[in-house]
């Protein structure tokens, strides 16, 4: 695409708004940059048609032992490095079942590294080294939707069998016609021109949002919206496990804890030997008889 092309993509379009913004005052900034945030949900919501199936064949492909992979370069590929950095953390998951893959390598999250959105070849490469297959899903991020890395990652990735997904902030991009699903997000001009960190990016954040929890609720990471899950590394997420099992199970402080340590923290695992009766190594064949869902082990006859 050529500069004069590149030019003409809402992402990078001069908002006449914003001509005076090197003149506000700092208040007058912040009120016009909150009122620009304020758009990008309404945004989203117009896409959830292309997101909610995407969402489902991905959590489809999950279930089967799939992958969860983004691939991006600058601020996507940052913001995909940062969502599924949270996973396993949030839902106990192994680092590689959800990860990133960043134009320029892990150097570029500081970093960034000089022509590596443009290296089409790293791209396509990048999607064979991680032996992306059929049962793993790629979701390639560009707030233009025309980044070379990510649209040939993508199209390698859809080669490879997996189900490939374009996340962009334009309409009719490069991205969504390489992609089995696109996925559109128009947020319109930044209030700094060009600076797609700004309401682009939180429009991709709250799209992988919903990818990564709703995947992970669909595979029984959840019990109601507890994240029940979670691994309780700080005094913090003790505490919320702890409040967890005597939501789950209607014990108080001191059973919950004490199943909890006898479990090795394992909310799951402490809920089921507080209700139904069991020693840990019976909570833990029932728990893997339902597929590591809590409320189908507990209702389990």
């Known amino acids: 695409m050529s500069g004069e092309n590149l030019g003409m993509l809402a992402t990078e379009a001069s908002d006449p708004r914003y001509a005076d913004l090197d003149r506000m005052s700092v208040a007058a900034l912040a009120q016009i940059m909150n009122e620009a945030d304020a758009t990008v949900p309404a945004a989203v919501r117009r896409s959830l048609p292309q997101i909610v199936p995407a969402i489902e064949a991905a959590a489809e492909r999950m279930a089967q032992g799939g992958r969860l992979v983004y691939v991006g370069a600058g601020t996507p590929g940052r913001i995909g490095v940062l969502d599924a950095s949270e996973c396993p953390p949030t839902f106990s998951t192994p680092p590689e079942l959800v990860f990133a893959i960043m134009a320029g390598g892990p150097g570029a999250i500081v970093t960034p590294v000089e022509g590596a959105e443009d290296d089409a070849d790293g791209g396509a490469a990048a999607i064979d080294d991680a032996k992306i297959g059929p049962l793993d899903t790629v979701i390639g991020i560009a707030s233009s939707g025309r980044t070379p890395f990510v649209v040939a990652a993508v199209r390698r990735a859809r080669e490879r069998g997996a189900l490939s997904i374009g996340l962009s902030c334009n309409a009719d991009t490069v991205l969504s016609a390489t992609a089995e699903h696109g996925i559109e997000v128009e947020v319109g001009p930044e209030v700094l021109s060009g600076s797609t960190r700004l309401k682009s990016g939180t429009a991709q954040k ?17 019990y109601g919206n507890l994240m029940v899950d979670v691994k309780a590394t700080n005094h913090k997420l003790r505490e919320r496990a702890i409040r967890m099992v005597q939501t789950i199970t209607e014990v108080d402080r001191a059973e919950a804890e004490t199943a909890l340590i006898a479990t090795g923290f394992d909310v799951k695992l402490a809920s089921i030997t507080l209700v139904r009766g069991e020693d840990t190594s019976s909570a833990r064949a029932r728990l893997a008889r339902a597929d590591g869902r809590l409320r189908a082990a507990l209702e389990e006859n």
């Open 206 to 222: 709250l799209v992988l949002n919903m990818f990564s929890t709703i995947v992970m609720v669909r595979q029984g990471k959840a």
